[in-house]
């Protein structure tokens, strides 16, 4: 079986990122990703569906393989401005459900950064979810 994997000793940092795949906002997101954790689009892995991270309603196995092969950057993503993973909710309640996912893949996925990252406007912003009391893997 063939992989990707670098040889030991290589510990590049690694990330994971869950967003929708609206065309407004999916490539904005990835570069706000990118620039908040330093990571380059082949150290990270990609999860897109309509509706962003607040539409997958457990751990997926990306993510889970994405944390196993030691991703220390998960990004948790969303966007307003209308989504077709959320027909008619508005900003603020999309906002509510981003946050409330994050809450949950916190516990998780224990030890790592989480962002949330929201897109609405046209542009997107990150912000790193501080969690007191929890101890960082080491990369
Ligand atoms: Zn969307």
């Given at each position: 079986?063939?992989?990707g994997i670098e040889p030991m000793g290589e510990r590049r940092q690694l990330?994971?990122?869950q967003l929708?795949?609206?065309r407004r906002f999916h490539r904005k997101t990835m570069e706000a990703f990118e620039q908040a954790t330093g990571l380059l689009p082949e150290e990270y892995?990609?999860?897109a569906r309509a509706g962003g991270a607040p539409v997958y309603a457990d751990r997926t196995r990306a993510a889970r393989i994405a944390y196993r092969e030691g991703a220390l950057h998960m990004g948790w993503a969303a966007h307003g401005d209308g989504c077709r993973g959320f027909h008619g909710a508005s900003n603020p309640?999309?906002?509510q459900k981003?946050?409330?996912t994050i809450r949950a893949r916190v516990q998780d996925f224990p030890g790592v950064h989480h962002y949330e990252l929201f897109g609405e406007g046209g542009r997107v912003t990150?912000?790193?979810v501080h969690l007191s009391g929890v101890k960082m893997r080491s990369p």
């Open positions: 079986m063939t992989s990330g994971y990122l929708c795949a609206d892995w990609l999860e309640e999309l906002r981003l946050a409330r990150v912000t790193d």
